[in-house]
């Protein structure tokens, strides 16, 4: 058995693998609901608009920021009603990232989970707005339950808006822009991707976090410490893995445009470190993880495998 190997068992009980493909294919099917049910209130005739944000957020996707979210939560004892409009909303602002991102004034890409990106199919024109509603749309999905606490709605709003703003998505996706045909250091690298990438990651986990305070407050600030570093280590593993896959897979196995980065002149892992230590750096980061689990307070460490299976599906995945 390899090292990685005995280091997943270690975080995980023995049926912790087939118990985890049953739980996420359940929790994956539930977000695709939950974001069906929130974009197919806008799928009226004539209506371009729903059209688009359905086509963006409901019809494929790892649902990973979801996960996060039923995760940590379940791992502290949340309530299911709260992680369910935290799971949804991470989804739609996601899918909303996405479209942003693939507009010919950011990536300019044209793939995307293997189908036409947003713009492609609808024009550019659409595609803004749709990314604008899916944001705005996840921030009612938070607020539209009536027995969720004030104080949690608020709470939730803050993390996804923070994590999407001028310090998590959009500022980096700046700084993104700014590095493109520059030769950066590692540590502006992260700083970069730790915002672009792994701050919605890191809001999917905290978000989780927070809907358990509002029945484990003790347990939920006895593991907060641990859990954020684990959602950093595995937000950025999350990109290294991105950068690694993007040089050495096709665009029909990515399901998007294969070697984007290197045509672009971005600011990437591989293009700093190589492939292969790239690779090892993102095993670095899932080792770092999986210790912030071992880390927490029980009951919490007893039920964290299956975040210690996320953070290796995101390390393992190959699109």
Not at 228 to 249: E, P, T
Not at 266 to 277: C, H, M, Y
Not at 302 to 311: K, M, Y
Request: glycine share 8%.
């Amino acid at each position: 058995m390899s090292a990685h190997a005995k280091t997943i068992e270690a975080a995980s009980p023995p049926d912790a693998g087939a118990d985890f493909e049953a739980w996420a294919a359940r929790r994956a099917e539930r977000a695709r609901a939950l974001v069906e049910r929130h974009t197919g209130a806008w799928l009226t005739p004539g209506s371009p608009l729903g059209e688009a944000m359905h086509y963006a957020a409901a019809l494929g996707g790892k649902r990973m920021r979801p996960l996060l979210v039923w995760a940590a939560g379940e791992c502290l004892g949340a309530d299911e009603a709260a992680l369910d409009a935290a799971a949804c909303a991470t989804e739609l602002v996601h899918a909303y990232s996405l479209v942003h991102d693939d507009l010919p004034c950011m990536d300019n890409d044209v793939l995307r989970r293997g189908q036409p990106t947003v713009h492609v199919r609808f024009g550019e024109a659409m595609a803004l707005l749709a990314g604008d509603a899916l944001q705005t749309r996840a921030f009612e999905v938070l607020t539209a339950d009536a027995a969720l606490a004030p104080a949690l709605q608020a709470r939730l709003c803050g993390l996804l808006a923070g994590a999407a703003g001028a310090l998590g998505m959009a500022g980096g996706q700046a700084l993104d822009l700014g590095a493109t045909g520059r030769r950066v250091d590692l540590q502006v690298l992260r700083d970069m991707h730790a915002r672009k990438t792994g701050a919605l990651l890191r809001a999917s986990v905290m978000m989780g976090v927070a809907c358990a305070a509002e029945r484990e407050p003790a347990l939920a600030a006895a593991c907060e410490g641990a859990l954020r570093r684990y959602a950093d280590d595995v937000g950025l593993a999350f990109q290294v893995v991105d950068d690694v896959l993007d040089a050495s897979m096709d665009s029909a196995t990515l399901g998007k445009t294969a070697g984007k980065d290197a045509e672009q002149g971005k600011a990437t892992f591989v293009g700093l470190l190589g492939v292969e230590p790239a690779r090892d750096y993102a095993q670095r980061l899932l080792e770092q993880a999986l210790q912030a689990l071992r880390e927490l307070p029980q009951p919490a460490r007893e039920r964290s495998a299956r975040l210690a299976e996320l953070a290796q599906r995101v390390v393992a995945r190959s699109h």
